[in-house]
């Protein structure tokens, strides 16, 4: 069974070294060879995470002579960024309700310390 779109996009996400491949081609493309630099691991174990990524529709490969750099296909990431943005309701409410009660707090506070 195949995962959902947005499913495959949370795995890919799920892995910093993925997470640190895209902010590096967020800059632009890149090699396999460039894309393994920062990182102690070998060339097939970064391919391995490419395909993870490409797999999820996060990157393309392209071809370049012997090289097949990687570019960042941003449209999941968007879609992520628009599931995310229905929970802001409530992340909203949420900091409504805690500005209210810090407020309360502080004015509590200011109560008590003039009756001191």
Known sequence: MAADPLSATFAALADPTRRAILARLSSGPATVKELSAP????GPAISKHLRVLERAGLIT????????PAQLEATPLKRV???????RRFWDASYER????????KEQEKKNARHK
Do not use: H, P, V
Not at 62 to 68: S, V, W
Not at 81 to 87: L, S
Not at 98 to 105: A, E, I, N, Q
């Open 39 to 42: 990182f102690d691991m070998s």
């Open 61 to 68: 490969r392209g071809r370049d002579a012997q090289f097949r």
């Open 81 to 87: 960024a628009e599931w995310a943005e229905n929970y």
């Open 98 to 105: 805690l500005d209210k009660y810090l407020k309360t707090l």
